[in-house]
């Protein structure tokens, strides 16, 4: 699958695009994402001086893209930050094992 190329844009042209790009109305991403669906207009529209953070967020958790994305500040959509509480590394028994041994050495 040939990785799509975003061409710079601000955060208007990125909600718009992207919304366009699921097929979804004003209406659905409203409704799918939580975000009032006169102030994705506002965006859209290039009609808003700041958009709120919870709706930058909201937008780009519902998109799986980085907020710096939608702002237009990366044309990399990948998000960068991960939620670290569902991250699980797999560490290896004798790490632990040879740590525990080490400080048991150390306090002797």
């Given amino acids: 699958m040939k990785e799509k190329t975003w061409l710079p844009g601000n955060i208007s042209d990125r909600v718009r695009d992207l919304r366009e790009e699921w097929g979804l109305t004003r209406k659905e991403l409203a409704q799918r994402s939580g ?36 702002l237009g500040l990366t044309d990399i959509p990948d998000r960068k930050n991960y939620d670290t509480t569902v991250v699980l590394l797999p560490i290896a028994s004798d790490t632990i094992h040879s740590a525990g041994k080490d400080a048991d050495t150390n306090h002797a």
Wanted: hydrophobic fraction near 40%; include cysteine; charge should be neutral.
């Fill in 35 to 70: 975000v009032d669906e006169s102030q994705l207009g506002r965006i859209e529209n290039n009609k808003i001086r700041k958009i709120q953070d919870d709706a930058l967020t909201k937008l780009a958790k519902f998109f799986c893209v980085s907020t710096d994305f939608l």
